[in-house]
């Protein structure tokens, strides 16, 4: 398989999108559908498709941090926060998510950064991540839940109706949590667990 990694193009924006979409809708990796292709105005970033016979199969994005703590978890250096990683799934098995990697590690290093996070609430991403040897570096639950009465009387008062809250806890806290307030359970509002990885060179 002759793929190419390369830096996204403008001229790419509906492909990317496309590809984008198919991959969100197989994943839990994303809390959110984009209509608009992300710019990271104001950031350094990395940003690279990789190509099969001149058509976008998979993707990456990095932002890079301007002050210690702007994204990423670890707080000891400047780190690049990966938003973006997949591939369409008839590429599975081909070594695209671990080139993407390379590619972003290698963009990286010659922007002056020597370190990235991945966090995603995919299983099957967190298997790839830990597979390929990136040091986990920390969990939360993610959740939606009802809000309790006060708050959204409080809120209903200011003339804000709230259908639910999102939040986030820590692993220890999520047995009280769950006990204590009404977690919606259903898809696609169902709590997942995000896993934090990261990887330094």
Not at 25 to 37: A, C, G, K, L, M
Not at 57 to 81: H, M, N, P, R, W
């Amino acid at each position: 398989m002759d793929v190419i990694i390369r830096e996204y193009r403008d001229e790419d924006r509906d492909e990317w999108m496309r590809v984008h979409a198919i991959i969100l809708s197989q994943s839990h990796s994303w809390n959110y559908t984009i209509q608009e292709r992300p710019a990271y105005e104001g950031h350094v970033s990395t940003r690279l498709v990789a190509l099969l016979d001149g058509r976008i199969v998979g993707l990456t994005d990095a932002q890079y941090e301007t002050a210690i703590g702007e994204f990423c978890f670890l707080k000891d250096s400047l780190g690049g926060y990966v938003l973006e990683l997949g591939r369409l799934p008839e590429y599975s098995g081909q070594n695209l998510g671990r080139r993407l990697i390379d590619a972003t590690i290698e963009d990286a290093k010659a922007k002056g950064f020597r370190r990235l996070e991945y966090w995603s609430q995919d299983r099957t991403a967190q298997r790839f991540y830990r597979r390929i040897g990136l040091k986990e570096i920390g969990r939360h639950y993610r959740f939606r839940m009802k809000p309790p009465a006060g708050i959204a009387e409080e809120l209903l008062r200011a003339h804000i109706a709230v259908e639910y809250l999102y939040g986030a806890c820590l692993p220890e806290e999520w047995p009280l949590i769950r006990e204590q307030y009404e977690i919606l359970q259903k898809h696609p509002l169902e709590p997942h667990l995000c896993v934090g990885f990261e990887i330094r060179f």
